[in-house]
């Protein structure tokens, strides 16, 4: 089940897993990415040792073990780039909310929360994007709450 058009900011969801988009080469400097990084500081380190001992694979995901929660879930949705401004593919979208179902299945998580995913620095159209969140997730029995406006200063009402 969706919930969309939440209002807020992702990083204050109660959700059993905060969902971003990511790039092979994440810098953790912009969007929800820095957002995420501010709040668990953690997370930069990690995800370089992580690309030292593997290279990451678009259409993947990379989740965060920090034992809190929520538990952080990057989707490899973006492309490596010099300036780490590397378009999304709608392809490796599809891929990931794929592989983001199966693992929230496995997982059963409640919950989680997502934010109109590769159309900030993947420079995708939200139009094309919108309908492969509805199809990979619409159906889970996990709450799927969908941030669509953000405000940096609260939390989205998830009910």
Do not use: C
Not at 27 to 40: E, R, W
Not at 95 to 102: A, P, V
Not at 106 to 123: N, Q, V, Y
């Amino acid at each position: 089940m969706i919930q969309e058009a939440l209002v807020g900011n992702l990083i204050f969801s109660k959700s059993d897993a905060i969902v971003f988009g990511i790039a092979t080469d994440e810098d953790f400097q912009q969007g929800v990415a820095m957002a995420v990084s501010q709040k668990y500081p953690g997370i930069v380190e990690d995800f370089r040792q992580y690309r030292a001992a593997t290279v990451p694979e678009p259409g993947g995901l990379w989740i965060w073990q920090s034992g809190y929660r929520p538990q952080v879930i990057g989707l490899v949705i973006r492309e490596a780039a010099a300036d780490h401004r590397g378009t999304a593919h709608l392809e490796w979208v599809a891929q990931s909310l794929s592989r983001l179902r199966s693992f929230v299945e496995e997982a059963a998580l409640r919950s989680i929360a997502l934010p109109k995913l590769g159309t900030g620095r993947g420079d995708l159209d939200w139009r094309d994007v919108k309908p492969l969140i509805e199809h990979q997730l619409g159906d889970l029995q996990t709450r799927v709450y969908l941030y669509t406006i953000f405000n940096p200063h609260i939390a989205g009402v998830e009910e």
